[in-house]
């Protein structure tokens, strides 16, 4: 049996991240990538028009002041491409490949509370002994999809948009359904409809979204970035979500309509995903969010021909930013084109596939490709996809049964040396991700030395942290209006989820002091044997 200190799971940005600092440590470590190459999510949404939505400067790695200084970035927003570059490079650039093994699933690991170490089994009929498992499978990793009736009998093409197939997908010529209207569908739809004889998007929740005002990168900005990057990090990490400007700490609620109008027509135009930042109390106040939400609909609105149409782009049954907002790119302007056709799937739902195309209760769309960006079983999808055994052969699906139950995010009582990056319980996707990547990547590497130079050899999470933690995390979320929507942050997107808030949303700022109390505390919370 091959043996390490620790085995990795996810070969993505966390991954990665992980991999470096804790072979920088002395660790021997193995990373174990289900897929065919890195880049995690990265690595699988290539569909047309993918990009990050968070500005490329502040969505890229932070430990390495050389690597900050010599990529150079080419767009605002980096598209999925450049991304996919960037993480190779730096897989090469620090020599990561050789500690890396593909096309590797984890399948199961079980924890020995003899030895103190787990023992990883994977679908390559490899048994692994580590003593740390530490999963950075992400967050939106677990592909979910509609079963239709007649699916089978649909003689064009399926394509998930989150497993995007490695080949080139064409559209001319073609008449193109996209199911779906979140991040996802919202990117791809201006590009689709460009180059499609015909796209019909299905909607069936009207989302909100703010301009991405992306732009190429000129070489001054450039410069200007670099020359001042150590303060734009320190920026992000002081700022409740991890993105490099900042916040407004006004109440919207504590200044006219003409100053307000102010505000959020240079946000609208310059800040992006950050709009939600225009105002302190976006999130937290209803009137508040009433500012935003209708300076949003009349700026939507505005950008849209066609009256019907337009009623149904609005979005009108969820607080701004409740569920996740996209950053766009033309999105409500590609439904001006004459090629381009909205259907309303929450009057007239899909009823089924046919040969032809998709019927819905009001009528039949031909079509030779569907597109299903219907989004992900977010949070925990891909950590309970593998057995995973801890104490007394406690599957970890039983243990989050009613939901994800953590330590601060990291650590499960009952599975000692179980490490989770960026999972539930923490800021997560309620923030710039590369921020908490980071930041608890490095907490973690600390807890682990810590362990070590005390000759520590196992790290539980206590029962009674982890439920006051879980508390911590539901009383945070009831002063915010994220509780108010159903969305993939309170397990609405896949049927039968057990409906509990799931990332932390005290922002990044706050969780960077929880972690450091902990550890000044001697990792309180954390049994150290
Ligand atoms: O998925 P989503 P996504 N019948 O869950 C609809 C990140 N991301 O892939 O809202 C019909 O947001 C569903 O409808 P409804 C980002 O965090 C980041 O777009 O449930 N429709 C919704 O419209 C994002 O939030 C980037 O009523 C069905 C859509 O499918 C997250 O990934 C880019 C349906 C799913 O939206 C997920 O985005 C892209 C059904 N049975 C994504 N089931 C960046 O830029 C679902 N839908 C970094």
Not at 43 to 60: F, I, L, Q, T
Not at 374 to 402: C, H, N, V, Y
Request: proline share 5%; charged share 25%.
């Amino acid at each position: 049996m091959q043996k390490f200190d620790a085995i990795i799971v996810g070969a993505g940005f966390a991954g990665l991240r992980a991999l470096y600092r804790l072979r920088e440590m002395g660790k021997s470590v193995r990373v174990l990538e289900a897929s065919g190459g890195i880049g995690g999510v990265w690595y699988h949404n290539g569909y047309p028009g993918a990009r990050c939505d968070v500005e490329s400067y502040d969505y890229s790695y932070s430990f390495s002041p050389e690597l900050e200084k010599e990529w150079r970035w080419s767009e605002r927003y980096a598209t999925q491409p450049e991304i996919l570059r960037y993480i190779n490079h730096v897989a090469d650039r620090f020599d990561l490949r050789k500690d890396i093994d593909l096309n590797t699933r984890m399948d199961r690991a079980t924890y020995d509370e003899d030895t103190a170490r787990w023992t990883i089994e994977t679908g390559k009929g490899e048994t692994i002994s580590a003593q740390y498992l530490i999963m950075c499978v992400g967050q939106l990793s677990t592909t979910k999809a509609p079963e239709f009736p007649g699916q089978d009998d649909f003689a064009g093409e399926i394509i998930h948009s989150g497993v995007w197939p490695d080949r080139e997908v064409t559209f001319e010529g073609k008449r193109v359904g996209i199911i779906g209207t979140g991040s996802s569908g919202m990117q791809m739809t201006p590009v689709v409809a460009r180059a499609a004889d015909h796209l019909t998007v299905f909607q069936r929740t009207a989302n909100f979204s703010v301009p991405a005002a992306n732009a190429p990168v000129s070489d001054e900005e450039d410069r200007k970035v670099k020359a001042n990057y150590a303060e734009r990090r320190q920026q992000a990490l002081n700022s409740p979500t991890g993105l490099g400007f900042k916040p407004n700490r006004q109440s919207a609620l504590d200044v006219d309509d003409a100053e307000r109008e102010k505000v959020y027509e240079a946000a609208y135009h310059r800040l992006g995903f950050g709009f939600a930042l225009a105002y302190h109390d976006i999130l937290l106040s209803k009137p508040a969010n009433d500012t935003a939400a209708e300076f949003l609909r009349r700026k939507i609105g505005a950008l849209i021909d066609d009256p019907e149409t337009r009623d149904k782009l609005v979005p009108k049954d969820h607080a701004f930013a409740a569920r996740r907002p996209s950053v766009d790119s033309g999105y409500f302007q590609a439904f001006n084109r004459d090629n381009v056709e909205l259907a309303d799937i929450r009057a007239h739902p899909i009823v089924e596939f046919t040969p032809e195309g998709l019927r819905t209760e009001d009528k039949l769309h031909k079509l030779d490709m569907v597109i299903f960006a219907t989004g992900f079983d977010a949070f925990t999808g891909s950590l309970l996809k593998p057995e995973i055994k801890g104490r007394g052969g406690m599957q970890l699906r039983e243990k989050w049964a009613a939901g994800p139950v953590t330590q601060l995010g990291i650590g499960v009582a009952d599975f000692p040396n179980l490490l989770i990056v960026v999972g539930p319980g923490s800021p997560s996707l309620l923030s710039n991700v590369m921020v908490s990547i980071e930041e608890q990547i490095d907490w973690m590497s600390d807890l682990v030395a810590h362990a070590d130079a005390q000759g520590i050899v196992e790290i539980e999470a206590e029962r009674a942290a982890e439920q006051a933690w879980v508390a911590h995390v539901n009383e945070r979320a009831q002063e915010t209006l994220y509780m108010t929507a159903a969305s993939y942050y309170n397990g609405a997107e896949v049927a039968g989820k057990p409906r509990v808030f799931m990332p932390y949303s005290g922002g990044i700022r706050n969780y960077r002091r929880i972690l450091q109390q902990c550890a000044d505390d001697g990792y309180s919370g954390f049994a150290l044997r």
